[in-house]
């Protein structure tokens, strides 16, 4: 969990995640508080230390969810301490690129793969670093994985880390 979703329930002392609660009837939610925005921008800034700071380089450049985000939350960049142990971008698969410098974790594409489309290819990994990150499935391929290569990890990324791979696809000029 990304934890940028985080709600104040009345009558709970505790914080919760909108993305992992369900609504009940007469249920009070508060979603803009000084003491919630402090956790988003704290998670955001947790999630910034592991990615690239070079935005302009980009695919998603001016088109990405992180950037507003960051604008949104009042984050300043300027005095995060960058921890990125930058790794190769897969560009194996033939119609998905894997970017894991600009992952950010937020587990979108692991919650979609396997709640929604029934397929459970994508998952949490920790690494010899000691860094959580999405990966396939016991590190195999998405084909032995049995990927249906829907496209919907990478509709729902929200950074570049996982892109249609360039010119397999013709570019929906609506988007």
Do not use: W
């Amino acid at each position: 969990e990304c934890r940028l979703c985080v709600v104040e329930v009345e009558g709970c002392d505790e914080v919760k995640t909108s993305c992992t609660t369900i609504a009940e009837d007469g249920m009070v939610v508060h979603t803009k508080t000084e003491q919630l925005n402090a956790m988003r921008r704290l998670s955001m800034e947790l999630m910034l230390a592991n990615h690239v700071d070079d935005c302009t380089t980009c695919p998603k450049y001016l088109k990405c969810e992180l950037q507003s985000l960051i604008q949104y939350l009042e984050v300043s960049t300027s005095r995060l301490r960058r921890t990125l142990i930058s790794v190769p971008v897969n560009t194996s698969n033939p119609l998905i690129v894997r970017d894991l410098n600009r992952c950010v974790s937020c587990g979108r594409c692991v919650r979609i793969c396997k709640e929604i489309r029934g397929v459970d290819v994508l998952d949490f990994e920790m690494t010899e670093e000691d860094r959580i990150i999405v990966d396939i499935r016991n590190h195999n391929s998405m084909i032995s994985e049995n990927c249906r290569f829907c496209g919907a990890c990478v509709e729902v990324c929200p950074t570049g880390a996982l892109q249609d791979k360039e010119g397999i696809f013709k570019p929906n000029l609506n988007r």
